[in-house]
């Protein structure tokens, strides 16, 4: 089983996702554990001089200006988690709140939180024991950071709150105890050092990112067998083509549909007799749209790694030898503002309404008896008596509408909080929790068109399509039997959506 080394440094997706649900193994480099202690150091010598200093013994956000007394400073941790836990609605998934542990884990090994090593050590124990938190979705708006799932994953730590363990949703300190795991008392600044931070939006938008990103190039997989089973064209992925207007998503989109497109027979068939001039938009301009989805989903995976490896919390311990005095390498700052996330889930969650629409329109073009290049109206065998695929397309406008809605930017709707202390938000969780729904909806408006355009090719036999777009084609019967009568496409849509999930399909999503 791989093994993923924490040093604060940023993680690949791939290495999110291998931890958050794939169960891989987590350990901390010893030179990051070194320099966890050393943060400590330096906050147990400000709380032996007396100094004040927010966060370490300060009350907080609107109540920064309350000093609170030593004997105190252990209670005001464990009071700030308390307070914190107010998350509503359902739990994250098992692997958004892995995911969560396993970023807040690395932003505690950059030894800038000033906690102790074995607060890190407890995080890292509960990956490897499968001891995850109960996290509720909703209650974050992104600044202070996700403060209240993040109270709800630091619960767990001090032997509160709940968690999933083999299965069962149980207290938390009873998931530590059968793990053979012991909680931890928080002490100065340390329950700040878990709140702070942006590890809800980053762990489930990392998660819908690189599903996002599987779903992007198998889309070009789906759309070049509706393509086929249309008796379309590729010549407009042609290389000079794109060569003229050399945006490198659209260059990489047109050869992975050359790629899919090779030694098709249904294309041999029509290529001397063929008078169509050009395909509608929906096949023709699969590069430009596709390939300009795949350069923003480039840019919004690398703020997500770069996140991954980013000290979020506050304030940040910069243990400096010189120092004319030690509150002086504490610094309060904002790096929990989730703007910077806030801005890429918004616009994955538009880029990926877009990528819904033209897939839409591919599947209506497939169905649709007036412009489908005479296949059967709805790919029915009995049209008429049998409504054939007709249900799939109007499920499909249906999920392009919900997806539209959700397109609406969560970014710009900042709402003051904590006495108006936090008085601008970025609202990324909300961001993060609607580009999951968006992708959950693509998987299933991809599947309809993997579905539909398998029927398509049905009605081209003997001929056979392109040697990958046949293999796909098998895949796809293998899940599913060809319609031959109607039936109930409620399992089918969902057969499909999960083995684009399972990674069936992977095969055919090209680099």
């Known amino acids: 089983m791989d093994t993923v080394v924490l040093a604060g440094q940023p993680l690949r997706l791939t290495e999110i996702e291998g931890v958050a649900a794939k169960g891989w193994l987590v350990r901390v480099d010893e030179a990051s554990l070194r320099k966890v202690a050393e943060s400590r150091s330096w906050i147990e010598q400000i709380l032996a001089t007396g100094q004040t200093v927010y966060g370490v013994n300060t009350g907080f956000g609107r109540l920064a200006d309350v000093r609170v007394p030593d004997e105190s400073l252990e209670q005001l941790q464990i009071n700030l988690v308390r307070s914190h836990s107010g998350g509503v609605g359902n739990p994250l998934s098992e692997a958004e709140a892995r995911g969560m542990l396993l970023l807040r884990a690395n932003v505690l090994a950059k030894g800038s939180s000033g906690c ?109 067998m509706s393509l086929e089973a249309l008796m379309g064209t590729p010549t407009a992925f042609d290389a000079r083509i794109h060569a003229a207007r050399p945006h490198p998503g659209q260059i990489a989109t047109a050869a992975h549909l050359r790629q899919l497109m090779q030694d098709s027979e249904i294309r041999a068939s029509h290529r001397d007799e063929d008078t169509r001039v050009q395909d509608a938009y929906c096949l023709r301009c699969m590069p430009q749209v596709h390939g300009a989805v795949r350069g923003a989903l480039e840019h919004i995976i690398g703020v997500l790694e770069v996140e991954s490896g980013s000290a979020t919390d506050n304030p940040l311990v910069f243990p400096e030898p010189g120092l004319k005095t030690l509150d002086h390498g504490v610094l309060s700052g904002g790096n929990f503002h989730g703007a910077p996330l806030s801005y890429v889930l918004d616009y994955a969650a538009i880029v990926l309404t877009d990528l819904a629409g033209i897939t839409e329109r591919r599947i209506d073009r497939l169905l649709n008896p007036d412009i489908n290049e005479g296949l059967p109206a709805f790919l029915s065998p009995e049209a008429g008596l049998s409504s054939g695929f007709m249900i799939a397309q109007i499920a499909s406008a249906a999920l392009v509408n919900d997806c539209q809605v959700l397109a609406h930017p969560s970014s710009t709707g900042t709402i003051p909080t904590s006495g108006g202390k936090e008085d601008h938000v970025s609202m990324g969780m909300t961001g993060a929790l609607k580009l999951r729904t968006i992708v959950d909806n693509l998987e299933r408006i991809v599947g309809i068109e993997l579905m539909c355009a398998a029927q398509g090719i049905e009605f081209r036999a003997p001929l056979k399509p392109a040697r990958a777009i046949g293999e796909a084609y098998a895949v796809v019967r293998q899940i599913l039997p060809k319609l031959e009568a109607d039936r109930v496409l409620a399992g089918d849509i969902a057969a499909m959506a999960t083995a684009i999930r399972d990674g069936r399909f992977d095969a055919w999503c090209g680099e």
């Open 116 to 224: 102790r090593p074995l607060v890190l050590e407890l995080l890292v124990d509960m990956l490897n024991a499968g001891v995850t938190p109960v996290i509720p979705e909703k209650g974050s708006v992104g600044a202070s950071g996700d403060l209240a799932p993040l109270a709800h994953l630091a619960l767990v730590a001090i032997g509160e709150g709940e968690a999933f363990y083999k299965g069962a949703r149980i207290p938390g300190g009873e998931a530590l105890r059968r793990a053979g795991l012991k909680p931890v008392a928080f002490q100065a600044k340390e329950g700040l050092a878990l709140l702070n931070g942006t590890q809800a939006m980053t762990s489930v938008g990392a998660l819908a990112a690189l599903r996002a990103w599987r779903l992007v190039r198998l889309a070009d997989l789906s759309g070049a």
